[in-house]
């Protein structure tokens, strides 16, 4: 009965490695946080590392939500980044996230006139 605690250790330390190593669970050393991955991430106190909750690796996530002409947003998909940007005719470049082949996420966009003018990766507000 006295080595009941170590085989719950062994247990413990072998899931966390098992998450580390699937990417669920990213340790890093110069901050001593970790990134959680994946739909199932929560945050939780493993060993009181920081976690921070991403979008799933995998997925693709829009900051401003999609299709906003309005605000200037991000696409992220599997670490990539595309910033909404106005083009060289006034026009802007809309990132959305877009699902194809075998409901793969990538990275789409629409060219869109901007009624008022483009600025700084969104439309112009009419005051």
Not at 1 to 25: D, E, N, T, W, Y
Not at 62 to 67: I, L, P, Q, V
Request: proline share 6%; hydrophobic share 40%.
């Amino acid at each position: 009965m006295k080595s009941m605690p170590i085989i719950i250790s062994l247990i413990i330390a072998i899931i966390v490695l098992v998450f580390a190593v699937s990417g669920v669970i990213n340790f890093t050393k110069s901050t001593g946080s970790s990134v959680a991955r994946g739909p199932a991430a929560v945050p939780s106190k493993l060993s009181q590392a920081r976690m921070t909750i991403v979008p799933p690796y995998h997925d693709c996530y829009d900051t401003d939500g999609g299709k906003n002409f309005y605000e200037k947003g991000t696409v992220i998909v599997d670490g990539m980044y595309w910033t909404d940007k106005c083009d060289v005719y006034g026009r802007l470049i809309e990132n959305i996230c877009m699902y194809a082949v075998q409901n793969q996420p990538q990275r789409g966009f629409v060219i869109y006139d901007c009624p008022t003018g483009c600025k700084e990766g969104r439309c112009n507000i009419v005051p």
